[in-house]
């Protein structure tokens, strides 16, 4: 019998070939009881190819020189009770430090991470979901035609969730069929995740939305219209569209043609450069505003119209960069120089502005920026759902990237 206190704290299965008898396997059962400072004290039980116990007793197992005792199969991955045991610390001690949280000392925080990296400790997201009641999932939600808009998010979405111990669920969600709110909440209800980055136009869609209130599920909006009561990371398009049209209009240009997209940044981009319009008495011209969808095809039959007017514009701002690389091959297969028969710009800077010649002129908007700290929204709880507070919202700053496709409008056009 063990003296008391008799304290279980694991079990393992280890298999062994006797050397008495058949060649059967046995296995060694073993329960870790006290110490006497040589190794672990443990009750044994052999059992026999048909789980029979054969023999017990009491036995200790090895220890390494560092005083740890050997109590799992050789080359088994290390145990959270195996990091607890090297840094010193109690085993949820290791837990907080392994899951970022910020109430754990620095000295204990770096012995703690100096056994993780030691032992190559590696957690099992299913144990630490069960033991903390989080899944350490993250969903980033797109349905957007736009790749270079996705990638973008998908990237600083990434790189956050990795630094914090979290891992990120991507899903696409067909808008066809009317079936959204059906896709959403059957994710939902598999992955349980512990907060949602939605990217437009999932961020103003009503359904999800109201699927995502009704599931207490934490969420952060990018660049959404406004009016939402959720937590939302944005830029100032506004401010970015007029700024970029006060460089057209610094460059001599005052017949500029606007193509739209189908979103609602798009009605704040064309809000800004109204404003700049309007601020250097600059009449809008209707005529020059086309419809796009913030597809490159769209881009094409906008330039086309815009093009086929009696007096085409000088400059073209397309409210995304794919529309804007539209513009810019139409105009090329029509034999119109750019910049110096058209300005061109875009928005977004996506990787493709630079991909064309000329290089695209454009607004770099912080996709990557704005990914990470909807993470970090997220994980510090501040996008949780509260009635009594206003929805917290984010704007990060905005770039204006100048490159080829804009000059002065040439003084006469054949």
């Given at each position: 019998?063990?003296?008391?206190?008799?304290?279980?704290?694991?079990?393992?299965?280890?298999?062994?070939?006797?050397?008495?008898?058949?060649?059967?396997?046995?296995?060694?059962?073993?329960?870790?009881?006290?110490?006497?400072?040589?190794?672990?004290?443990?009750?044994?039980?052999?059992?026999?190819?048909?789980?029979?116990?054969?023999?017990?007793?009491?036995?200790?197992?090895?220890?390494?020189?560092?005083g740890e005792a050997v109590n799992k199969r050789a080359g088994a991955p290390a145990t959270i009770i195996d990091v607890a045991r090297r840094a010193g610390v109690s085993i949820k001690t290791v837990s907080r430090v392994?899951?970022?949280?910020?109430?754990?000392?620095?000295?204990?925080?770096?012995?703690?991470?100096?056994?993780?990296?030691?032992?190559?400790?590696?957690?099992?997201?299913?144990?630490?979901?069960?033991?903390?009641?989080?899944?350490?999932?993250?969903?980033?939600?797109?349905?957007?035609?736009?790749?270079?808009?996705?990638?973008?998010?998908?990237?600083?979405?990434?790189?956050?969730?990795?630094?914090?111990?979290?891992?990120?669920?991507?899903?696409?969600?067909?808008?066809?069929?009317?079936?959204?709110?059906?896709?959403?909440?059957?994710?939902?209800?598999?992955?349980?995740?512990?907060?949602?980055?939605?990217?437009?136009?999932?961020?103003?869609?009503?359904?999800?939305?109201?699927?995502?209130?009704?599931?207490?599920?934490?969420?952060?909006?990018?660049?959404?219209?406004?009016?939402?009561?959720?937590?939302?990371?944005?830029?100032?398009?506004?401010?970015?569209?007029?700024?970029?049209?006060?460089?057209?209009?610094?460059?001599?240009?005052?017949?500029?043609?606007?193509?739209?997209?189908?979103?609602?940044?798009?009605?704040?981009?064309?809000?800004?450069?109204?404003?700049?319009?309007?601020?250097?008495?600059?009449?809008?011209?209707?005529?020059?505003?086309?419809?796009?969808?913030?597809?490159?095809?769209?881009?094409?039959?906008?330039?086309?119209?815009?093009?086929?007017?009696?007096?085409?514009?000088?400059?073209?701002?397309?409210?995304?960069?794919?529309?804007?690389?539209?513009?810019?091959?139409?105009?090329?297969?029509?034999?119109?120089?750019?910049?110096?028969?058209?300005?061109?710009?875009?928005?977004?800077?996506?990787?493709?502005?630079?991909?064309?010649?000329?290089?695209?002129?454009?607004?770099?908007?912080?996709?990557?920026?704005?990914?990470?700290?909807?993470?970090?929204?997220?994980?510090?709880?501040?996008?949780?759902?509260?009635?009594?507070?206003?929805?917290?919202?984010?704007?990060?700053?905005?770039?204006?990237?100048?490159?080829?496709?804009?000059?002065?409008?040439?003084?006469?056009?054949?």
């Amino acid at each position: 019998m063990l003296s008391a206190p008799y304290r279980r704290v694991s079990f393992c299965l280890v298999r062994r070939i006797s050397n008495d008898g058949p060649m059967l396997p046995r296995y060694l059962a073993s329960v870790q009881g006290k110490s006497d400072g040589s190794g672990q004290l443990c009750q044994t039980e052999t059992l026999d190819g048909a789980n029979r116990v054969i023999r017990t007793g009491l036995t200790q197992s090895p220890v390494h020189e560092e005083g740890e005792a050997v109590n799992k199969r050789a080359g088994a991955p290390a145990t959270i009770i195996d990091v607890a045991r090297r840094a010193g610390v109690s085993i949820k001690t290791v837990s907080r430090v392994v899951n970022k949280e910020p109430t754990v000392h620095a000295d204990t925080r770096a012995r703690v991470q100096e056994a993780v990296d030691a032992l190559n400790y590696r957690p099992q997201l299913s144990a630490r979901s069960l033991a903390g009641a989080k899944s350490f999932l993250i969903g980033l939600l797109y349905y957007d035609p736009s790749a270079a808009f996705v990638a973008g998010v998908q990237r600083g979405a990434t790189l956050r969730c990795r630094e914090a111990g979290r891992h990120l669920v991507v899903e696409s969600v067909q808008e066809s069929g009317g079936h959204v709110q059906a896709q959403l909440e059957s994710m939902l209800a598999a992955l349980r995740p512990d907060g949602m980055i939605l990217t437009p136009p999932l961020s103003d869609d009503p359904a999800i939305l109201e699927a995502l209130r009704a599931s207490r599920t934490p969420c952060v909006l990018i660049s959404p219209g406004e009016g939402h009561d959720m937590a939302s990371v944005r830029m100032d398009d506004a401010l970015a569209a007029e700024e970029l049209t006060n460089l057209l209009i610094s460059l001599g240009h005052t017949a500029i043609a606007f193509i739209e997209g189908d979103q609602s940044a798009s009605d704040r981009r064309r809000a800004g450069y109204e404003r700049a319009l309007k601020v250097h008495r600059i009449p809008v011209d209707p005529a020059l505003i086309v419809p796009g969808s913030f597809e490159f095809d769209s881009g094409v039959a906008a330039s086309r119209r815009l093009f086929a007017l009696p007096h085409p514009p000088t400059a073209i701002f397309a409210a995304n960069d794919d529309m804007a690389l539209g513009a810019l091959a139409t105009a090329q297969r029509m034999g119109i120089a750019v910049p110096h028969d058209v300005a061109i710009v875009g928005f977004d800077d996506s990787q493709t502005a630079t991909l064309v010649w000329p290089e695209l002129t454009t607004v770099r908007q912080p996709l990557a920026e704005m990914a990470m700290a909807a993470v970090d929204m997220l994980l510090s709880g501040e996008a949780r759902l509260d009635a009594h507070r206003a929805a917290p919202v984010r704007v990060l700053p905005h770039e204006v990237v100048v490159r080829g496709s804009t000059a002065a409008p040439a003084k006469r056009r054949g």
